[in-house]
C-alpha cells in the first residue's frame, strides 16, 4: 500500500465555499526523545477531495496523544485530550459546550487569562441548515469556517454580541425553539430540504427585540445584541461529494478492524464512503495512515 498520509490526526482543514476544498492536518513527535513532546504539525500536500473515488484504507495502532500536552493517553476525552488536560483546560470546560454557563465573573474561570482573549470578544449568532433549520454560535471571521466544520449547505449571521457568554444565552434561548445541533444521520444523507433562512432569521430577530435578557442571568446587567443586515442574503456551500453512503452508518477504526472502502465524498468533518460515514473529528489524537 501507498501511504497518503500519517500522524496523529487533528482534523481536516478546509478553504473555500463551491466547492469546499479539504486538508489533512495531523501531527508527528520525536519518538527517540520521551521528554520531548513537542508536535511537529503537517498539513497534506494534495487536498483530501483528490482521494474520492478511489479504494483507500485507514488504519491505526490504537495509540492518542493528547491534543494539548502531546502525552499518550489510553482514553481520549472530549474528543482528543487527556484526563488532565480535559479536566484543566478552559477550552474543554462545560461552558463550552453550554457557554450560557460561563462562570468567569465568579471567578471560577479554569485560565482567565485564555477566557479574555478567547470568550470575550465579538461572537456571532446564525442560522443554518445542515439536517434542518438550525441556532449556532461562533467567534470564527468569515462565519462560513464554522457551517463548513459542521456540514451545512446553507448558512446566514443574523446578530452579533460582544462575548461568548451572551451569545450563549441567546442560543439557549432560541433552542426552545428549534435546534441548536446537527442530526449527522440526516446530513450524510443528502441535501436538507429548502428552508427560507432570512425569513425565519426575520421572524425570531423581531421576535427577541420583544424580550429582554440579563448578562451574567443572575446580574441586573443588559444584555446588548445588535442585529445584523440580512439584504447580503443566504451563503450556499458546495462539498466534494460523487455520491451519498449506501448505509447511513458510522464505522469504526481501530487497529483490528481498519476500513478500506472507495471515498465517495467529503462533508463537514466527515468522509464518506459507499459502506457508511467517518467522523474524522471524533478520532483526535488518534495515530491514523491513510492509504491506497
Same mark, same amino acid.
Given at each position: 500500500?501507498?501511504?497518503?498520509?500519517?500522524?496523529y490526526?487533528?482534523?481536516?482543514?478546509?478553504?473555500?465555499?463551491?466547492?469546499?476544498?479539504?486538508?489533512?492536518?495531523?501531527?508527528?513527535?520525536n519518538e527517540?526523545d520521551?521528554?520531548?513532546?513537542?508536535?511537529?504539525?503537517?498539513?497534506?500536500?494534495?487536498?483530501v477531495?483528490?482521494?474520492?473515488?478511489?479504494?483507500i484504507?485507514?488504519?491505526?495502532?490504537?495509540?492518542?496523544r493528547c491534543?494539548?500536552?502531546?502525552k499518550?493517553?489510553?482514553?481520549s476525552?472530549?474528543?482528543?485530550y487527556?484526563?488532565?488536560?480535559?479536566t484543566?483546560l478552559s477550552e474543554?470546560?462545560?461552558?463550552?459546550?453550554?457557554?450560557?454557563?460561563?462562570?468567569?465573573?465568579?471567578?471560577t474561570?479554569?485560565?482567565?487569562?485564555?477566557?479574555?482573549?478567547?470568550?470575550?470578544?465579538?461572537?456571532?449568532v446564525?442560522?443554518?441548515?445542515?439536517? *434542518?433549520l @438550525?441556532? =449556532? +454560535?461562533?467567534?470564527?471571521?468569515?462565519? !462560513?469556517? %464554522?457551517?463548513?466544520?459542521? *456540514?451545512? @449547505?446553507? =448558512? +446566514?449571521?443574523i446578530?452579533e454580541?460582544? !462575548?461568548? %457568554?451572551?451569545a450563549?444565552?441567546?442560543e439557549?434561548?432560541?433552542?426552545?425553539f428549534?435546534?441548536?445541533?446537527?442530526t449527522?444521520?440526516k446530513?450524510?444523507?443528502?441535501?436538507?430540504?429548502n428552508?427560507?433562512?432570512?425569513?425565519e432569521?426575520?421572524k425570531?430577530?423581531n421576535?427577541?427585540?420583544?424580550?429582554?435578557?440579563?448578562?451574567?442571568?443572575?446580574?441586573?446587567?443588559?444584555?446588548?445584541?445588535?442585529r445584523?443586515?440580512?439584504?447580503?442574503?443566504?451563503?450556499?456551500?458546495?462539498?466534494?461529494i460523487?455520491?451519498?453512503?449506501?448505509?447511513i452508518?458510522s464505522l469504526?477504526?481501530?487497529?483490528?478492524?481498519?476500513i478500506?472502502?472507495?471515498?465517495?465524498?467529503?462533508?463537514?468533518?466527515?468522509?464518506?464512503?459507499?459502506?457508511?460515514?467517518?467522523?474524522?473529528?471524533?478520532?483526535?489524537g488518534?495515530?491514523?495512515?491513510?492509504?491506497?
Amino acid at each position: 500500500m501507498m501511504p497518503l498520509v500519517q500522524g496523529y490526526v487533528r482534523k481536516m482543514s478546509h478553504k473555500g465555499l463551491s466547492p469546499v476544498s479539504y486538508f489533512w492536518e495531523s501531527a508527528t513527535y520525536n519518538e527517540a526523545d520521551k521528554k520531548d513532546l513537542t508536535a511537529k504539525e503537517s498539513t497534506s500536500e494534495s487536498p483530501v477531495e483528490s482521494w474520492i473515488g478511489k479504494k483507500i484504507t485507514l488504519s491505526t495502532n490504537d495509540e492518542i496523544r493528547c491534543l494539548h500536552c502531546g502525552k499518550k493517553t489510553k482514553k481520549s476525552f472530549s474528543q482528543g485530550y487527556c484526563f488532565t488536560c480535559f479536566t484543566n483546560l478552559s477550552e474543554t470546560d462545560l461552558c463550552i459546550l453550554r457557554p450560557e454557563t460561563c462562570h468567569f465573573h465568579k471567578g471560577t474561570c479554569r485560565e482567565p487569562e485564555w477566557g479574555k482573549t478567547n470568550c470575550f470578544k465579538k461572537h456571532t449568532v446564525y442560522f443554518a441548515n445542515s439536517s *434542518g433549520l @438550525k441556532v =449556532g +454560535i461562533t467567534k470564527e471571521n468569515p462565519v !462560513s469556517n %464554522r457551517w463548513v466544520d459542521q *456540514g451545512a @449547505k446553507f =448558512g +446566514i449571521p443574523i446578530l452579533e454580541v460582544e !462575548s461568548r %457568554r451572551d451569545a450563549g444565552i441567546l442560543e439557549h434561548y432560541l433552542s426552545q425553539f428549534l435546534p441548536d445541533k446537527t442530526t449527522w444521520q440526516k446530513m450524510v444523507t443528502g441535501d436538507p430540504p429548502n428552508i427560507d433562512l432570512v425569513r425565519e432569521a426575520n421572524k425570531f430577530l423581531n421576535h427577541l427585540e420583544k424580550n429582554e435578557f440579563l448578562s451574567p442571568p443572575d446580574s441586573k446587567s443588559k444584555l446588548v445584541w445588535n442585529r445584523l443586515d440580512l439584504s447580503g442574503g443566504v451563503t450556499e456551500i458546495q462539498y466534494p461529494i460523487d455520491s451519498y453512503p449506501e448505509k447511513i452508518k458510522s464505522l469504526k477504526l481501530t487497529k483490528e478492524t481498519p476500513i478500506t472502502d472507495t471515498l465517495v465524498g467529503i462533508k463537514g468533518q466527515y468522509l464518506l464512503f459507499v459502506s457508511g460515514v467517518v467522523n474524522i473529528r471524533s478520532l483526535s489524537g488518534l495515530w491514523i495512515e491513510v492509504s491506497t
